[in-house]
């Protein structure tokens, strides 16, 4: 599956912003899907992730704030971001992990994902 991401942006501490990530090729019903997130100097992290059965995992970093959902129908996965700080400052990316393979043992470690995004921006300024 080919993944796009979109809805970056700039906005200030508190503030919301909703990304999405379009895929071709394939049936995101098929798959493990996340949204991850890279710093500047800082390596790749988890934010959340969604299975086949709808179950969320969520970094604690994020939790009552950030929101992960995917309309299978649009083969789009969301994430919601509410009360951004700036420490949400990232390049944010979506994944996919084939369902045919085993769950990954940690979801939210980036190494069990094997298709990637190109990225989108997002920047909290205070």
């Known amino acids: 599956v080919q993944l796009v991401e979109s809805g970056g942006g700039s906005v200030q501490s508190g503030g919301s912003l909703r990304l999405s990530c379009a895929g071709s090729?394939?049936?995101?019903?098929?798959?493990?899907m996340g949204w991850f997130r890279q710093a500047a100097g800082k390596e790749r992290e988890g934010v959340a992730t969604?299975?086949?059965?709808?179950?969320?995992t969520y970094a604690d970093s994020v939790k009552g704030r950030f929101t992960i959902s995917q309309d299978n129908a649009k083969n789009t996965l969301y994430l919601q971001m509410n009360s951004l700080v700036p420490e949400d400052t990232a390049m944010y990316y979506c994944a996919a992990r084939p369902a045919s393979y085993s769950a990954p043992p940690t979801r939210l470690s980036p190494l069990y994902y094997s298709n990637w995004g190109q990225g989108t921006q997002v920047t909290v300024s205070s």
């Open positions: 969604i299975d086949r059965a709808g179950t969320t």
């Open positions: 090729g394939d049936n995101y019903s098929r798959y493990y």
